[in-house]
């Protein structure tokens, strides 16, 4: 087991794993930070945007005489004046694993929601006015709304033409096919053979959005020296500098990219969409523009997890320990392919090296194009249909084992010091990079929660409580990644002050994550300086170095490492200054309580005195650095997170009473921060376990786009939730840290429906577990029941035989 | 129409159209932490006080609000000096991205005025009107509790 603190200095930790306040917590409780539609553009253009309401169709003609008519219309956009640049709108690093497949304005409409135009206005009422006044003529096409068609031979076909991958991967929109990934090791059949049980189902789970309180905006202008500012709620600045660049055709060098304060993400802000829009606008009409969406357009327009459906196999031996696994995914792309391969890729990558000893694995996956809403990355991204389906069959597994689930999870679970030939298969994009883990407290994490809710006293007892309600226990466990190994980048650059204070620049891109503030720590951890003296800028383009931005669970472990170089730099140059000045020699001098003191502690000399020499007197420089981080590997964060359930067997109503999280991510750097990065992702995990679903009427439409219809959870509907920090020291971790934002939204489904299973003996492999499928799944089973004559009620467990429960 | 109305304790003089809704007159008025999160009263981003009354400002005809006073979250405390809801809201942890921040601010406030000392049963279903996705509101909760108590002790 890795000890805490195992690679600490002699120094107290003075800002690593203490629980400061978000530097940015008091401006927003007393809301004095601006959000991206916050921001007062005088003159402004406010853009409106016209959806086809047609799943499939070519847009024959588009007439607009009528709009532009309309006092205070200044331009109209569409596919007639706006040059057909392919693209993918997905926020990821150069060359993009997604399908260049997107255009500003398209012909061809691909899903009901899809853009046809955009009118700019004096206000935003004249927008949406001409908007209503555009007419368009569509040739109405048979649409494609089911992903279990996608691939036969007479489907209606999305792409097409040039449609291309940027990079070397399966992409075959012939068969509306936008991305496919195979790995396989060892001989499935003969670990189907050998087994003594098998377990084989399938699994769905519905589209679901991200729901940041926050809708996606950006507005744009032209500053005094002729050049474009974007304002936007992104979570990768950079990559949208890039991507304007080339949509919009203006060079790079004339655009900046600015990130404020973002209202939420979730992946969901992980995508160009509003931005290019915009800079077309301001760039066209020399004119600053602005797009807020309402909450309706981000629900049908901006992008959802993608809806999957799962095909197990899992075979065992006597032992319990599994022969073979198969693993058959198949993914809803929607209209465009943003993240469609590397989302999938992430449904093998993300599970299968978790039990690493199983021999024989196949897994086989594919993104499919429909005529949907348009999926993208989401928290989790792909680990979470995966984990759904993977976690109720370990449940099936161990119970045929007769072995208690907890025990089984720890027996297999990979160790410190093990790898799974999984990771160097399966990439993003590409194959994967081999690596050991290094630090893994899962075992702890399952003894710690299990205790926590009391899994003995509760696992398997089916207490009842009232007249209809049982209670049950469930148990996932799942791991995430820590950025992207080789393909991540994070840089920083600081800069010291007379003061002893300092400045410090970063790319990465905080959303509401604390990412400013745990990365101000570890500069003040280095520096030994209160976190008050780091003064923190983060994610302007014009301003701070690169970094790819918030996503894949890499700003602590990644942007956090580049931060702790960088500061370790300055610190250098703050001795060899100190030791100029102190006569001596730089490795006999350290830093503490803002100040450089030799080691018998008779010479010292004060930050101040060292800046202020340093920037005046003598010997003169700027004491600064910078520093860039690539991860080389991709550390797991792991979870084990238990459900108890009351099951109600009149309505199938089930809820959630209490929920534990036991989570290893490694060193924490700010646990009340990383406390709320999984209490947010297990609500939100909670809510698309219970209730949440994309829902269409027969010709694609989402009938449900608002929070009235599409219900997400609330104060009042949270069970009891524990959250337990299980510590582990990652070596290539910044202060032994690893990642916290992901894993934590891969438990709530699969262990709600295990502690459903617990409860009353019914297996539901469809997300969301409502009502009524519990309830029409425990009639199935008493019908059953009733046929084969056997005397148990609806309560009765289905065990597979050789079961040890009575 | 014209009309004043009294923002924060300044009376101010505005001109609206009638089927303005209270939101958008404060947002163009420059009062832009009132927020747009649903549009449909659904998720509580937009609360204002209206003559102490939480409301849903995307809900509430601006012309309505003509000769009357309205709070927002700036009205109870500023970044020198918070109110003891907002401290709270820092110091636990409640504040992720802040978006949902100055209506579950001015919800917390609405409760503790009925209600100094609410239960964690009564804290819940007084913040059922406040979607948040970034914390899972176990730190808002938090919050509230620690806000109630300086309260007391400072009344």
């Known amino acids: 087991m890795p000890k805490k603190n195992e690679k600490s200095t002699s120094l107290e930790r003075s800002h690593v794993g203490k629980s400061l306040p978000k530097n940015d917590a008091l401006a927003l409780a007393t809301a004095q930070e601006l959000f991206t539609a916050d921001y007062p553009l005088e003159g402004a253009l406010h853009c409106a945007l016209l959806y086809s309401p047609h799943a499939h169709a070519e847009i024959r003609s588009i007439d607009t005489e009528a709009a532009r008519a309309v006092e205070g219309v200044v331009d109209i956009l569409s596919y007639q004046n706006v040059p057909r640049i392919l693209h993918t709108s997905a926020g990821q690093g150069y060359p993009e694993p997604s399908p260049y497949d997107s255009v500003l304005f398209d012909r061809r409409m691909r899903f009901a929601g899809d853009r046809v135009a955009l009118v700019a206005a004096n206000t935003l009422e004249t927008a949406r006015e001409a908007v209503q006044k555009i007419e368009v003529d569509y040739e109405i096409l048979e649409p494609l709304l089911e992903r279990r068609r996608a691939m036969e031979k007479q489907a209606p076909k999305l792409h097409g033409g040039e449609d291309h991958a940027k990079i070397p991967v399966a992409y075959e929109p012939e068969k509306n096919l936008a991305a496919e990934v195979q790995i396989a090791f060892g001989d499935l059949e003969e670990g189907f053979a050998e087994a003594e049980f098998i377990e084989e189902h399938d699994y769905s789970l519905p589209a679901a959005s991200h729901c940041a309180m926050e809708p996606h905006a950006a507005v744009a202008y032209i500053d005094q020296r002729g050049r474009l500012v974007v304002i936007s709620t992104t979570q990768v600045p950079f990559h949208a500098r890039r991507i304007v660049s080339k949509l919009i055709e203006v060079p790079m060098h004339q655009i900046r990219v600015i990130k404020p304060r973002i209202g939420g993400g979730f992946g969901g802000k992980q995508e160009v969409i509003l931005e290019p829009l915009v800079a077309l606008v301001a760039w066209r009409n020399k004119r600053p523009a602005r797009l807020v969406l309402s909450r309706r357009e981000v629900f049908v327009t901006t992008r959802t997890r993608h809806a999957a459906d799962l095909h197990m196999k899992t075979a065992a031996g006597k032992d319990g320990g599994i022969t073979a696994l198969q693993m058959d995914c198949l993914l809803e792309a929607g209209a465009y392919g943003t993240h469609s391969l590397t989302v999938l890729s992430n449904v093998g990558s993300k599970v299968l090296p978790l039990f690493n000893k199983i021999d024989n694995i196949r897994f086989h996956g594919r993104s499919v194009y429909t005529n949907l809403p348009v999926s993208g990355a989401y928290r989790g991204y792909g680990a979470t249909q995966g984990y759904f389906a993977w976690n109720q069959q370990i449940d099936a597994v161990a119970r045929w084992a007769g072995q208690d689930v907890v025990e089984y999870c720890k027996r297999w679970h990979i160790r410190s010091g093990e790898t799974s030939a999984v990771f160097e298969a399966l990439g993003e994009g590409k194959e994967g990079v081999s690596q050991v883990v290094q630090s893994c407290g899962l075992s702890e994490c399952l003894d710690q929660g299990a205790r926590a809710i009391g899994w003995a006293e509760k696992r398997d007892k089916r207490i009842r409580v009232g007249e209809d309600k049982v209670k049950g226990m469930g148990l996932a466990v799942a791991m995430q990644g820590s950025g992207i190994p080789l393909i991540d980048m994070g840089a920083a650059s600081m800069k010291m002050n007379e003061n002893g204070s300092f400045n410090l620049y970063v790319g990465a891109t905080d959303i509401g994550t604390g990412s400013d503030t745990i990365l101000a720590q570890i500069a003040a951890e280095v520096t030994r300086v209160p976190i008050e003296k780091i003064i923190v800028l983060s994610s302007d383009t014009d301003l701070t170095p690169f970094d790819v931005g918030a996503y894949a669970s890499s700003t602590t472990y990644v942007s956090g490492q580049a931060v702790k170089a960088c500061a370790e730099k300055v610190a250098d140059q703050i001795l060899a200054t100190a030791a100029q000045l102190l006569e001596t020699k730089a490795e006999d001098l350290h830093l503490e309580a803002e100040t450089v003191r030799d080691k018998t502690g008779k010479k010292s000399i004060s930050f101040e005195e060292v800046a202020t020499s340093a920037t005046y007197n003598r010997d003169q420089y700027q004491i600064q650095a910078q520093a860039s981080h690539t991860c080389q590997q991709s550390p797991p964060p792991f979870i084990a997170q238990f459900a108890e359930v009351e099951v109600d067997t009149k309505t199938g109503r089930v809820e959630v009473v209490r929920f534990v999280s036991a989570a290893d991510c490694g060193q924490p750097i700010n646990p009340v921060l990383a406390e709320g990065q999984i209490e947010g992702a297990v609500v939100n995990g909670l809510s698309y376990a219970l209730w949440e679903e994309y829902r269409y009427d027969e010709n694609g439409r989402m009938t449900n786009p608002r929070f009235w219809d599409y219900r997400i959870f609330t104060a009042r509907d949270i069970p009891e939730l524990r959250t337990i920090l299980v510590d582990s020291q990652e070596p290539t971790g910044p202060f032994g840290a690893k990642s916290i934002g992901e894993v934590a939204i891969n438990g709530p489904a699969p262990a709600i429906a295990n502690a459903v299973y617990d409860a009353v003996g019914v297996r539901i492999r469809d997300l969301p577990i409502t009502p009524e499928k519990v309830w029409r799944a425990l009639r199935d089973k008493g019908a059953a029941a009733d046929a084969t004559g056997s005397t148990e009620g609806t309560n009765s467990t289905d065990q597979p035989k050789g079961s040890p429960r009575s | ?155």
């Open chain 2, 1 to 155: 129409m014209t009309g004043t109305l009294s923002i924060n304790g300044t009376e101010l003089r505005v001109s609206l159209r009638g089927d303005e809704v209270l939101l958008d007159l404060l947002r163009d008025l420059g009062y832009t932490e009132v927020k747009e999160g649903c549009r449909e009263g659904a998720c509580g981003s937009c609360l204002v006080l209206l003559e102490g009354v939480l409301v849903n400002s995307c809900q509430v005809l601006a012309a309505s609000a003509l000769g009357r006073e309205i709070t927002t979250v700036k009205g109870l405390g500023t970044f020198h000096q918070p109110h003891p809801i907002q401290e709270a809201f820092v110091e636990t942890g409640a504040v992720q991205c802040g978006f949902c921040t100055p209506g579950m601010v001015l919800a917390t406030f609405a409760l503790l005025k009925k209600n100094p000392h609410p239960t964690e049963e009564q804290i819940r279903p007084a913040l059922d009107g406040n979607l948040c996705r970034c914390t899972g509101y176990v730190k808002i909760i938090e919050a509230v509790k620690l806000a109630a108590e300086r309260m007391a002790s400072d009344a």
